[in-house]
């Protein structure tokens, strides 16, 4: 089954539209800071369109293959790339945002790419199109709220074909792991109603 993201992803690419994603990952560490966000959407999008590649070749020959690059300097290519880009829609889909680190620190790379959405976000690029997944943690909720209306806002926490969708899974692992099948019925109910009640709609 597609995660939300990838169907989202898939049904952008079917339109043939400028699409780039980058999935969060707190395991691992090129996938929870800002650095690891701007070069793999920077790569995807002048991949997929030659009249930005230069753009990321001058950076990369400036700062020694780009490893010396600022996050800001990085922002920036990603800034002159969309203005280059034009009229050409841009998705941008960052998925997980949840799983940004958030490490104690000032700013924690998590603040730091919840600026870098909310800056690209009231960027005078028409063209650029923000889809941010995440869990509903406060911080996260702040920005990305009031960045949007609620048209433009889906909580699958809040909807009853999500819930259901958690329940069926939950059962499913539960009657079909070797360990548990052979539980009491009573001890199924505890764990799944346990693992439900925490779930938190993930």
Request: charge should be negative; hydrophobic fraction near 35%; glycine fraction near 4%.
């Amino acid at each position: 089954m597609l995660s939300l993201s990838s169907a989202i992803i898939e049904d952008i690419k079917r339109t043939r539209e400028l699409v780039a994603y980058f999935y969060f990952d707190s395991k691992d560490p090129a996938r929870r800071h800002v650095r690891g966000l701007l070069s793999s959407i920077l790569a995807q999008l002048c991949n997929k369109s030659i009249v930005c590649w230069d753009l990321l070749s001058q950076l990369y020959a400036e700062h020694n293959d780009g490893s010396g690059a600022s996050e800001d300097e990085l922002a920036g290519c990603l800034k002159r790339t969309l203005k280059r880009l034009g009229q050409t829609k841009v998705y941008l889909v960052l998925d997980a945002l949840d799983e940004c680190s958030n490490t104690i620190g000032t700013p924690s790379p998590r603040e730091i790419v919840l600026d870098l959405v909310e800056d690209l976000a009231n960027s005078p690029y028409s063209n650029l199109h923000i889809c941010v997944t995440s869990s509903l943690e406060q911080d996260i909720r702040n920005v990305l709220e009031s960045l949007t209306s609620p048209p433009f806002t889906v909580s699958l926490h809040e909807e009853s074909a999500h819930r259901e969708d958690i329940i069926l899974y939950v059962n499913s692992f539960v009657n079909s792991d070797r360990t548990m099948r052979d539980w009491t019925a009573e001890n199924k109910d505890l764990v799944i109603n346990s693992l439900l009640r925490r779930a938190g709609g993930m």
